[in-house]
């Protein structure tokens, strides 16, 4: 854990038995989450850098996690191919969400806690309804494996980036796909949203970040450093 204003090294936790694959923070600062490739998801305590939660379920390297907005759950997306929703406060695995044919990629969640979303290597993205535990929409239009999504802040529209190169813009209502952001040279790794939810932010392996204008899908600037 770093401190922005001094980029120094505030907490180190360490638990995990191999690499560590992916890291959330939970909505009111206090606690991190991370995936792992010993299958493991674990909860840390910020303040203490003490591990306060294992869990444990997956039969493969965990890829992916998110916290939902309430703060209550956790999920997880793995090499197994599932995706799992977790009890925060008592670390019980509450659904197993399977669909995907190759493995997991990444998940997000709706604003409303609603619905789970996921990206596999199978190409697609896929949308979950929490409560039932059920597939409730499957997006296809990627030529490669799905590396990223997100969700924008009003819950409307999907966003996916893909190793084909392209960022896909889909109505959440309908599963159709609204915008596709072309401009990337290599496999894009990375997406995220503007809090106004005006701007998708997408990174890649070109080595370049990218803002694209939601509403149009031009974009609108290109960040090069790394």
């Known amino acids: 854990i770093w401190d922005v204003a001094t ?20 909505p009111d600062g206090c606690h991190v989450v991370s995936g792992s490739d010993d299958k493991s998801v674990r909860m ?7 591990e306060v939660r294992k869990l444990e379920g997956h039969t493969a390297s965990v890829s992916a996690v998110c916290v939902t907005p309430d703060g ?10 599932s995706v799992r ?3 925060v406060a008592t670390g ?6 399977e669909g995907h044919v190759a493995p997991v990629t ?43 999504v997100s969700v924008t802040p009003d819950g409307r529209h999907v966003v996916s980036g893909s190793w084909d190169r392209t960022v896909c813009v889909w109505d ?9 952001l072309e401009g990337h040279s290599k496999a894009v790794t990375a997406v995220n949203v503007t809090p106004d ?10 080595r370049s970040v990218r803002m694209w204008d939601v509403a149009t899908g031009r974009e609108v600037r290109k960040l090069e450093g790394h």
Do not use: N, Y
């Not at 840390?44 to 003490?50: E, H, L, P, V």
């Not at 959440?172 to 596709?180: P, S």
């Open 85 to 87: 929703l977790w009890d």
């Open 72 to 81: 209550r759950h956790v999920v997880s997306g793995s090499w197994d191919r």
């Open 197 to 206: 939810g005006r701007h998708v932010v997408s990174g890649s392996w070109d």
């Open 7 to 26: 980029g120094r090294e505030v907490s180190a936790v360490d638990g995990h038995s191999a690499p560590v694959t992916a890291v959330a923070v939970t």
């Open 44 to 50: 840390w305590d910020i303040a203490t850098g003490r």
């Open 172 to 180: 959440f209502a309908t599963g159709r796909e609204l915008r596709k």
């Open 106 to 148: 990444a998940v997000g969640v709706t604003p409303d806690g609603r619905h789970v979303v996921s990206g596999s290597r199978d190409r697609t993205v896929r949308m979950w309804d929490v409560a039932m535990g059920r597939e409730v929409c499957k997006l296809v239009g990627h030529t490669s494996l799905v590396t990223a």
């Open 92 to 97: 019980r695995d509450l659904s197993e969400l």
